[in-house]
């Protein structure tokens, strides 16, 4: 059974930093795709950042690009996101998922639909 646990929410103010962690067990593929993804109250799930185990560049989406960094242990057990920069717009529950296929397809953006398994969220709150 493939479970993800999400840490390191909180609240910060607004130009400050947080990183966020996702511990992955029970998934012993060779390669591993794996994404952020972040909901606000009444809004849709919405991609953050996506990256592929095989060292690949990660994709972001542009709300975050040049701000958020994705990254990973080389044993693909750990996720990070690196968050700076934060915006009051930032404000969410941010998600961790993996993807039950080996490696991420070439794609500019992501969908949950692109993932299988997902961890229960950490919030994250950016106050002005």
């Known amino acids: 059974q493939v479970r993800l646990v999400e840490s390191g929410g909180g609240s910060v103010q607004a130009g400050g930093s947080l990183t966020l962690s996702c511990t992955v067990s029970?998934?012993?593929?060779?390669?591993?795709?794996s994404a952020w993804f972040r909901q606000s109250p009444g809004k849709e799930r919405e991609w953050v950042a996506t990256i592929d185990s095989r060292g690949e560049i990660p994709y972001y989406s542009s709300d975050v690009k040049g701000r958020f960094t994705i990254s990973q242990d080389k044993e693909k057990v750990t996720v990070y996101l690196k968050m700076n920069a934060l915006k009051p717009e930032d404000t969410a529950m941010y998600y961790c998922?993996?993807?039950?296929?080996?490696?991420?397809?070439?794609?500019?953006?992501?969908?949950?639909?692109?993932?299988?398994?997902w961890g229960q969220g950490t919030q994250v709150t950016v106050s002005s």
């Open positions: 998922t993996r993807r039950a296929r080996l490696g991420c397809p070439a794609m500019e953006s992501f969908s949950t639909s692109d993932f299988d398994w």
């Open positions: 029970g998934h012993t593929a060779s390669r591993a795709c």
